[in-house]
């Protein structure tokens, strides 16, 4: 039945909508009511002193993090710590590793968006920080992208949402969120350089909501991104920074620059950008362009004020306040809610999972992410909890005494130190008080009770011989080293840096450690039997800790013995639970998107091996699964942090039913992304083109007819869900949608009923045959109704053209359902 409505918007609406209504009542009345205090502040500040307050530079007590700023004593202005990142604070001190971000996705929870912010908030206060570099709100767009896990999805609506919540919930800690990395900066290769050829309604419709939801929830701060957005650098973008941020969002807090992303002084600077990190390339050059009249001084005040703004707003001018106590019982709580919350259960045939108490008296788990947790993704994002513990020990720790679960690790990560077999070397010691003479060494292997003196500095050079020829895994472990940038324990071979451990965004070393915790770096290389390959090793170690290195190998035998041995030990068992992952970084995308390290073959004999096989993936982002009809389920628990092994087992065994949604479309094929053509990715001749606009994610997907792995909104649970009594009706602008959703199952259960909202006929503008308009989480008993109403808010009625928003009027279908593909409801509505 069609319903008329007319959700013609007052001004008042568009203005709320907008943000700028919103911003004022949010947070500002503050940022407008000090406003006397903070000029007067500004007029007691020398030239250099406001210059030096807009960019950053050494710190004299560096706690480990990203950022320091230097205060004005003199005048009560702080020092200012910025730490990373969105999966928690990344200082030297160990803190609450939260699950990767897209788990907190996953949940649809704006209530625990706003829980993890508050964990990273109040740790962030405790450990010294003033500045937390987080949320990162960019659209997933590249499924195979190096960051896809630190950020929030795929549907800009959806992100928004979250956004919003976690930085209410950082900054009630009275920590300053900065929101990143604005704009469209959605790949990691090339991005330091690379053009983003976008057109307007994309940015607007995709791009920028969750931008825009941030300004609204009163963020403190917006990082600009490395990229150039259609021919000028998002760090010095007169539309991106002062148009659209502060002439249309009024936003009124401060711009600072990604990680060296500043190409200019006084043009960024009078673009917008208001603070140059994380020193002044740039910006030290600012008083000299005030000082011969090349820049006016206004501008310098104008960005100083905003700065000074926001840390009067935060209580931090004049003495600051007091520091909370830190809390990791409170953060591990919340951690394990998230991680718990988070996961998506993709398949459940046959009700394999939940495990039941006989399948734990006969139970082998694989993969070498079992026994060494793969804690978060890599990179500015990546923080070091003080323990979690593995997913085996969690699932023998719950399985109790009638459990009987034994593990193979399918794919070897680790292998064998190399053996002296096929190594001739010399080792010297640098600086050693005997003069560093070399001698002859017959492997590399210090660890443990062996390991060499803390500080002590070490050089092997010689030669590596394979004994058959084929492709080997070299591995450099080790632990003790000095942290640096390129990483202070190498391997080098034929002259070719094959890995590091020890760099300070984590190199190309492993998320995952060695089973003596050892951090494992490496690469695969082709070695000729008999072929003696100049190699060195390297290793300078760090005062206080015990060097540890060792030179191991993985070798074509070995791998195909570690798929026999698992597929050996899975035969006969009562089930098989294999844990697969890929490993997510900043500063590099995944070369493809299948599962890494052979993985696929290991799956595949597990479940040739065992018709009772269930998957638990740690990945970050969508992977292919050619063996997915051959095993019975498959659980996404992402990257789940610190508690991820405790939730982990705990949804295996059926302690909590899983909940969560997948917030990115898993594809059945490479070739089926929106990204799949390679000027849309990963560019060419440096310009990326966004050409897709606004066909992004399951748009592209609905729109083109081509059925993905998974949809977009997909995730089952233990028990299921009815839906009926759908009613529609106008409401501020918007919709009000409710409809009933009833546990008809026998488990309790949490259900995230989703709305989505279909184009018109003939759309004025190219539009995706639906898109998501409103969601809800409910927890469900057994045989529970519950009657839910989601406000669908005025923007989703609306597409951007010439300059503004406008209603797509005409007859559209409101659908809700249970991801994008099952959509159970549907009513006709006509918007006019
Ligand atoms: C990243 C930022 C991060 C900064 C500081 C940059 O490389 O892109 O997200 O906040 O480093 O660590």
Not at 545 to 554: D, S
Not at 806 to 816: E, I, N, S
């Amino acid at each position: 039945m069609a319903e008329a409505l007319n959700p013609s918007l007052t001004r008042r609406d568009a203005a709320r909508l907008l943000g700028a209504a919103a911003a004022v009542a949010a947070v500002p009345s503050r940022w407008t009511a000090r406003r006397a205090d903070v000029d007067a502040l500004l007029r007691q500040l020398t030239l250099e002193e406001k210059v030096s307050l807009l960019h950053g530079a050494t710190d004299p007590a560096s706690k480990g993090q990203a950022g320091y700023v230097p205060g004005v004593p003199r005048l009560g202005i702080p020092e200012l710590r910025l730490a990373d990142g969105p999966a928690g604070v990344r200082v030297t001190a160990s803190a609450t590793a939260l699950p990767a971000p897209v788990a907190l996705a996953s949940t649809f929870a704006p209530d625990l968006a706003r829980r993890f912010g508050a964990v990273i908030g109040r740790e962030g206060r405790a450990l010294g920080m003033d500045v937390l570099l987080s949320p990162m709100t960019n659209i997933v767009r590249v499924p195979q992208a190096g960051r896809n896990f630190e950020t929030l999805g795929e549907d800009p609506l959806l992100a928004a949402a979250l956004v919003a919540g976690e930085i209410r919930g950082i900054q009630g800690e009275g920590l300053i969120a900065t929101v990143k990395h604005y704009a469209a900066n959605s790949f990691e290769n090339a991005r330091q350089t690379i053009d983003v050829k976008v057109d307007e309604r994309t940015l607007r419709e995709i791009y920028l909501p969750a931008f825009e939801a941030a300004v609204q929830a009163g963020v403190g701060a917006v990082m600009a991104a490395y990229n150039h957005v259609n021919g000028v650098y998002a760090a010095e973008h007169p539309h991106l920074l002062t148009g659209i941020l502060r002439d249309e969002w009024h936003f009124g807090g401060w711009v600072m620059s990604d990680w060296f992303a500043t190409h200019s002084g006084a043009p960024a600077l009078t673009a917008g950008m208001d603070m140059e990190m994380p020193f002044g390339v740039n910006y030290g050059g600012l008083t000299a362009a005030v000082s011969s009249g090349r820049l006016a001084e206004s501008v310098v005040d104008t960005a100083v004020r905003r700065v000074l703004v926001q840390l009067d707003r935060f209580g931090l001018l004049g003495g600051g306040r007091p520091r909370p106590a830190p809390d990791p019982a409170g953060g591990a709580r919340a951690a394990k809610e998230i991680a718990l919350a988070g996961a998506v259960l993709l398949r459940n045939e046959r009700d394999l999972l939940p495990l039941g108490r006989a399948d734990l008296a006969d139970l082998v788990v694989i993969g070498p992410t079992a026994a060494s947790p793969l804690v978060g993704g890599g990179g500015s994002a990546r923080v070091i909890p003080a323990s979690a513990e593995s997913p085996l020990t969690a699932l023998r720790r719950q399985a109790g005494p009638g459990g009987r679960i034994r593990w193979a690790t399918g794919v070897d990560l680790e292998g064998v130190p190399v053996p002296a077999s096929a190594l001739a070397l010399q080792r010297t010691q640098q600086g050693a008080q005997q003069g560093g003479a070399p001698q002859a060494a017959a492997q590399v292997d210090h660890t443990g009770a062996d390991a060499l003196a803390a500080g002590s500095s070490w050089t092997w050079t010689g030669t590596l011989t394979a004994p058959e020829t084929g492709d080997y895994d070299l591995r450099i472990q080790g632990a003790g080293g000095v942290p640096s940038f390129n990483g202070s324990i190498s391997l080098t071979l034929d002259g070719v840096k094959i890995g590091s451990v020890g760099a300070l965004l984590g190199g190309n070393s492993s998320l995952i450690a060695t089973s003596g915790g050892l951090t494992n770096a490496g690469a695969t290389v082709r070695l000729e039997a008999g072929v003696a390959k100049p190699v060195t090793v390297s290793a300078t170690g760090v005062a206080g800790t015990p060097l540890q290195v060792r030179l191991a190998w993985v070798t074509p035998r070995r791998r195909q013995e570690a798929l026999r041995e698992a597929a050996a030990l899975a035969k006969g068992a009562r089930a098989a639970l294999v844990f697969a992952f890929n490993e997510g970084t900043e500063g590099a995308d995944r070369a493809a998107l299948a599962l890494p390290n052979g993985q696929d073959p290991v799956i595949g004999a597990v479940a040739a091996a065992n018709a009772r096989t269930a998957v638990v993936l740690n990945t970050g982002d969508p992977v292919l699964m050619p063996w997915v009809g051959n095993v019975s389920s498959i659980l996404q628990m992402w990257y789940p942090g610190q508690e991820g092994a405790d939730a982990t087992a705990t949804l295996l065994l059926g302690g909590a039913s899983p909940g969560g949604k997948l917030p990115v479309t898993f594809p059945r094929r490479a070739e089926d992304v929106p990204t799949a053509r390679p000027e849309r990715y990963p560019g060419v001749g440096g310009v990326a083109d966004y050409s897709e606009g606004v066909l992004v994610g399951y748009r592209h997907y609905d729109a083109h007819g081509i059925e993905p792995l998974f949809p977009f909104g997909h995730g089952l649970s233990y028990t299921r869900f009815q839906y009926d009594g759908l009613s529609v009706r106008a409401a501020g602008g918007g919709l009000s949608v409710s409809f009933t959703v009833a546990n008809t199952g026998w488990r309790a259960g949490v259900e995230v009923p989703q709305v989505y909202l279909g184009s018109p006929p003939g759309p004025p503008v190219p539009m995706p045959p639906r898109a998501l308009a409103g969601f809800a989480r409910v927890g469900l008993s057994p045989g529970e109704r519950r009657r839910v109403t989601v406000a669908v808010p005025p923007r989703a009625l609306q597409y951007w053209s010439d300059g503004r928003w406008t209603l797509a009027r005409g007859r559209r279908t409101v659908h809700v359902g249970s991801s994008s593909r099952d959509l159970r409801l549907r009513q006709e509505v006509t918007i006019r």
